[in-house]
């Protein structure tokens, strides 16, 4: 089963472009077999899973949560576990860690290194399930450290589109040994290891042609003295490009 594990729906992610719909039948056109919508500190029902799950079979839709430690800035995926107390609570990591764990949940960390040399939670006495190792918001400038990091902590790295584009879905995924039944079986195997991350070269290299073009833009505006307002302002993408390439690194992947 091909499975992006990292997408984000405009229903319930304001940051987002592209809806379900749009998603769902984006990932099927690109050949997944499913996806986890895990929107920004929002959770879907188990009833509106269930009905898209109705509506697009066989493609299988899973739900999750991607959740923002305030004043850390690290965002933590959370898979498996659908109750409203994950998007209600102002977490910290290591009580998240802990509710996830007691509920037989999944928990990743997600794009790390994005602004920063460091992760700024504590991950060495709390070592997540996985780390994401690539997606569209992890550019490979991180890559080295990524996996430095996955083997000090003897954990597991995932591979996502973060997809808040339907072009984009998919463009990264994982291969699952074969179709879980449900979160709780999906959980097992993600948590056993039993999958590979892969990939589609071909949307890569269409990807990073975009993003050179942006950052061509991005690194003449900062000659100019202008700021990441000021470039949303002229373009309408988000500050995140220029706050990368103001970093030195590029969001090429």
């Given at each position: ?8 729906a405009?229903?319930?992610s ?18 997944l077999?499913g996806?986890v ?12 899973i ?10 299988r839709?899973?739900?999750g ?8 800035g ?15 609570k ?13 509920n ?15 992760v700024n ?5 709390y ?19 990524i996996?430095?990091?996955?083997k ?5 790295l ?5 997809g808040?584009?339907?072009?984009h ?14 979160n709780a079986e999906?959980?097992?195997i ?5 999958y590979k991350y ?6 890569i290299?269409?990807?990073n042609e ?7 833009i991005i ?29 030195g ?5």
């Amino acid at each position: 089963m091909k499975i992006d594990l990292h997408v984000h729906a405009k229903e319930r992610s304001a940051c987002s472009i592209a809806s379900e719909k749009e998603h769902i039948e984006s990932a099927i056109r690109f050949g997944l077999d499913g996806l986890v919508f895990t929107d920004h500190n929002k959770i879907s029902s188990e009833e509106h899973i269930a009905d898209l799950n109705k509506k697009y079979s066989p493609f299988r839709i899973y739900s999750g949560i991607e959740i923002t430690i305030k004043d850390k800035g690290e965002d933590i995926l959370v898979i498996g576990i659908n109750d409203s107390i994950l998007e209600e609570k102002n977490w910290s990591y290591e009580e998240l860690y802990t509710y996830v764990k007691k509920n037989s949940g999944f928990i990743a960390l997600a794009h790390p290194y994005r602004y920063k040399d460091h992760v700024n939670v504590d991950i060495e006495n709390y070592i997540p399930d996985a780390i994401e190792i690539h997606s569209t918001n992890i550019g490979k400038d991180d890559e080295q450290n990524i996996k430095k990091l996955a083997k000090k902590l003897k954990t597991r790295l995932i591979n996502n589109s973060d997809g808040h584009d339907s072009r984009h879905v998919g463009i990264y995924y994982n291969e699952l040994n074969y179709t879980p039944k449900d979160n709780a079986e999906l959980v097992e195997i993600l948590k056993t290891g039993k999958y590979k991350y892969s990939s589609s070269i071909y949307r890569i290299k269409m990807f990073n042609e975009e993003v050179r073009k942006k950052e061509e833009i991005i690194r003449k505006l900062i000659k100019e003295g202008k700021d990441r307002e000021f470039y949303r302002k002229l373009t309408g993408n988000w500050e995140g490009e220029f706050d990368r390439v103001a970093m030195g690194k590029s969001y090429e992947i």
